[in-house]
């Protein structure tokens, strides 16, 4: 589906990083190490770059990040048992996007589904971002651009079959 407007703001931005998905229960605490390890730079400018959102509900904490995740997790106080981790690829709606906006997300996921590529959706107050698995990363671009999207930095090694 063509979108109706072209726009700057509604560029899709191509992640060079791998952004990894930490699930954890909602009924244990968030370990030392872990938060320590997250948050250690999240409040400098240095680290403009670096990608970390925390979502805690009564069922789970979601962790999404870019930073290179320790080999060995028990290091952060991470047990296999308690914590899945899954890695993607991130695709970002260029932005800022004015909240009166509607239809972005919905008009992005769909030749993703038709692809058949599952995403993990997030927002922020400026944008929206969707997450692919790593595995259908070159897919989940194609079938943007078949689309008409603007993709840019598609060179990345991560988004090539």
């Keep these: 589906m063509p979108l109706p ?7 899709l931005h ?4 791998v952004h990894n998905l930490l699930r954890l229960p909602a009924n244990e605490d968030v370990p030392t190490p872990l938060r320590n390890w997250l948050t250690r730079d999240l409040w400098t400018t240095s680290t403009a770059d670096t990608f970390v959102s925390i979502t805690r509900t009564q069922h789970e904490i979601s962790i999404v990040t870019d930073l290179s995740l320790p080999t060995d997790m028990t290091d952060l106080g991470v047990s296999a048992e308690t ?3 899954s890695a993607f690829a991130s695709i970002k709606v260029q932005g800022p996007l004015a909240h009166h906006l509607t239809g972005i997300l919905s008009a992005m996921t769909i030749p993703l589904k038709n692809a058949q590529v599952p995403i993990f959706a997030l927002s922020t107050s400026d944008t929206d971002y969707v997450l692919v698995p790593l595995t259908k990363a070159s897919e989940a671009k194609k079938a943007l651009t078949d689309d008409g999207w603007t993709v840019i930095n598609s060179e990345s090694e991560l988004w090539k079959a």
């Excluded at 191509?14 to 990083?17: A, C, D, G, P, Y």
């Design 14 to 17: 191509l992640s060079n990083n």
């Design 83 to 85: 914590c899945t981790v």
């Design 5 to 11: 407007f072209d726009t700057p703001q509604l560029h």
